[in-house]
């Protein structure tokens, strides 16, 4: 059933928040129990680690309201209102509930949950962090009375009770125990990357029941026309030539010089989670990350951000000039000189401070997927953290500053890839468009 698979991929990979082993204490009530400063203090913190506010929460409406469509082969499905409203959020939920949901995937009526929220990853919460959520929830986030659209995937994803079976057979998390505080860098460090942050579900590829392959874990998959790469310690097809420093980076701030830029689902969790960590827990996931097993790439034969170096700057001007309306096609150089260079410059190199990053020693370009940088054409990049606001238009049918059309944006592609990076990959313009059809 391909349209079946691609659209579990989909909820499987959108990433949220909330995620097998039940409470030890008996259910509670948000209101027979006031809240400790600390604990909740504590849930704002979990709750931010674990990036709930990007998927619960629509583009201009209030937090945590729901709302947001992700859209699928087979339907919309549409993110539910976690606020504490009594009536159209989780205001009647008992910690139990609320647990189950986490964990387990299982609402207060008992219906199953899609894996667009990955509780197949917060599973390994410890019970001290899901109070802690619950209680932040109940009691600092502000109620809104509204309800979303209900999701409605058409057969046979509709069918919630299929997703049974699916948990029955998928991999969770093992519940960890104790105060997740106190753990050890290393510790501490899986932790935040397995439970919390939930990277595996965006960077480890998938069987066929589309569950994660475990021995190949972060090794890098497919994500709704993005390719969440390899982040093991492999040389060539991972980061294993980046150091600490170099992670924490790029986790704080979206980007590592001389390696990467973070864009699309990762810039929105840069922005609402990893750049909220205490330095001490970017430097435990650093840790952590540096100790996973190298999973060499297939395809990637040489470390992403390697490739290229800047060019001589060449004089293309005609004899004559260029009149605004004519329409003859420009080839790969023209077309970026055009529309690129005015940032990245003729040369590749950027802005000295790196706002409009080189394309050289750039993963991006030096992938020999050209996915990313077909899709941040067509999406731009936006990212903001307290280092700043990153913003970069899209070039897309629907720019408000210069719209391309499928065949400039493959010239622009093979033109950047071949001159700064891994080599022309021979994109084509039917291969572009079908990358508006992944969105």
Not at 304 to 329: H, K, M, N, V, Y
Request: net charge negative; aromatic share 8%.
């Amino acid at each position: 059933m391909p349209d079946f698979s691609k659209t579990l991929r989909t909820l499987l990979s959108a990433g949220t928040v909330l995620g097998v082993c039940a409470l030890t204490q008996p259910p509670v009530h948000a209101e027979d129990a006031a809240p400790d400063q600390a604990v909740l203090d504590r849930g704002a913190y979990i709750a931010t680690a674990s990036d709930c506010i990007a998927c619960h929460t629509k583009p201009g409406s209030q937090p945590f309201a729901g709302g947001l469509k992700i859209a699928t082969p087979m339907g919309d499905v549409i993110s539910t209102n976690i606020t504490p409203d009594p009536e159209r959020g989780i205001g009647k939920y008992t910690e139990q509930d609320f647990e189950q949901a986490v964990r387990h995937g299982v609402r207060k009526d008992g219906a199953y949950l899609y894996p667009v929220m990955p509780y197949v990853s917060y599973a390994g919460m410890t019970d001290q962090d899901v109070h802690a959520l619950y209680m932040w929830f109940m009691h600092s986030v502000k109620p809104v009375a509204s309800t979303p659209a209900e999701t409605t995937l058409v057969f046979p994803a509709n069918m919630r009770s299929a997703m049974a079976a699916w948990n029955f057979v998928t991999t969770k998390e093992e519940p960890e125990s104790g105060d997740s505080s106190t753990y050890d860098p290393l510790r501490r460090g899986k932790y935040l990357t397995n439970a919390l942050e939930h990277c595996g579900t965006c960077h480890t590829p998938r069987n066929f029941m589309l569950s994660e392959k475990q021995d190949r874990y972060l090794a890098g998959t497919s994500l709704d026309g993005w390719y969440a790469p390899n982040i093991t310690t492999s040389k060539t097809g991972g980061i294993g030539n980046w150091s600490e420093e170099d992670i924490v980076a790029y986790l704080k701030t979206g980007h590592a010089n001389g390696h990467a830029q973070a864009a699309g689902p990762m810039a929105e969790a840069v922005e609402h989670s990893t750049s909220h960590l205490t330095d001490q827990d970017l430097h435990a996931i650093a840790t952590y990350i540096h100790q996973v097993p190298a999973m060499d790439d297939d395809m990637e034969h040489q470390a992403r951000d390697s490739f290229g170096q800047a060019i001589e700057a060449l004089d293309i001007r005609q004899s004559a000039p260029t009149r605004i309306d004519d329409l003859t096609e420009m080839d790969g150089q023209h077309a970026y000189d055009a529309n690129c260079a005015a940032c990245h410059g003729q040369t590749g190199t950027g802005t000295k401070d790196q706002y409009a990053p080189s394309l050289f020693h750039n993963s991006t370009v030096g992938s020999a997927r050209p996915d990313n940088l077909i899709m941040t054409i067509l999406h731009g990049v936006q990212r903001k953290t307290e280092a700043g606001n990153v913003s970069m238009p899209d070039f897309s049918g629907h720019s408000d500053v210069q719209r391309l059309n499928d065949a400039e944006i493959a010239k622009i592609v093979n033109y950047v890839m071949a001159t700064f990076g891994s080599g022309d990959q021979h994109v084509t313009a039917d291969q572009v468009a079908q990358f508006h059809k992944d969105k």
